[in-house]
């Protein structure tokens, strides 16, 4: 199982603002950034945010990324259809000491 | 453009050891960065295998560290996988990826991607 915890599923409606979290701990999240990736099917992950809330270049500004405590979120302004795929997070833990990931949320557009 | 291709077989038997290799096109593997390989399963999800650094530190998930060994050729700009004694448990897509992290300890901001390969451990 996993020691980042998200929820397995979310939807929304194509303009909606929609926000995905990912819970950690004193040794992950809560001392370490998080990044966020999108799944589409039958492809690798695409970085999506990094360091808690960078966007790497090219991914769109509607994407963004918080952190507060031992919690993170990904909210996505005007949800759109391609947004449809799964979504993790990741970060290192001091713990483990490793880098870990959540299970994935697997987004869906009504 | 810089790119990552895994090649490797695409069937071991159980007890053997996988061989893995990355290739790193459009970017010279020794001019910093991390790089790592992750696997995916349905019953694992994600999971980090290592990350190394060329010149410097080698990063392995202590659940796998007394299997795995990653390393780097300079001269190929290549970096590989070898795990060992591997079982229907290691049955994943496995994948190469840059860390971005680097300089600073690898926390998992995989922005470059390989396409992935699939791996099944069977006899």
């Known amino acids: 199982h996993s020691v980042l915890t998200q929820p397995p599923s979310a939807s929304g409606t194509p303009g909606q603002r929609i926000t995905l979290s990912c819970a950690g701990s004193?040794?992950?999240?809560?001392?370490?950034?998080v990044n966020w990736y999108q799944q589409l099917p039958g492809t690798a992950p695409k970085l999506l945010i990094t360091?808690?809330?960078r966007r790497p270049s090219g991914v769109p500004d509607r994407f963004s990324g918080s952190k507060s405590g031992l919690s993170a979120s990904l909210t996505i302004g005007g949800l759109q259809s391609e947004d449809e795929a799964e979504y993790f997070c990741?970060?290192?833990?001091?713990?483990?000491?490793?880098?870990?990931f959540g299970g994935g949320t697997k987004l869906t557009v009504l | 453009q810089e790119q990552l291709q895994e090649s490797g077989p695409g069937l071991v038997k159980p007890s053997e050891t996988l061989s893995l290799n990355c290739n790193v096109s459009?970017?010279?593997?020794?001019?910093?960065?991390?790089w790592g390989w992750i696997r995916q399963s349905p019953a694992k999800g994600l999971e980090w295998i290592g990350s190394?650094?060329?010149?410097?530190?080698?990063y392995y998930n202590p659940s796998l560290q007394s299997r795995i060994t990653i390393s780097v050729d300079k001269s190929r700009n290549q970096f590989s996988l070898k795990m060992t004694s591997v079982a229907a448990a290691d049955t994943a897509i496995y994948y190469c990826?840059?860390?971005?992290?680097?300089?600073?300890?690898?926390?998992?901001?995989?922005?470059?991607w390989g396409q992935g390969t699939m791996v099944t451990v069977s006899s």
């Open positions: 459009g970017y010279p593997i020794s001019s910093g960065y991390y």
């Open positions: 360091n808690n809330n």
């Open positions: 990826a840059r860390d971005s992290s680097w300089p600073h300890i690898p926390q998992g901001a995989f922005d470059l």
């Open positions: 004193s040794s992950s999240i809560g001392v370490n950034g």
């Open positions: 190394l650094q060329y010149g410097g530190k080698t």
């Open positions: 990741a970060t290192w833990d001091d713990s483990l000491n490793g880098v870990i």
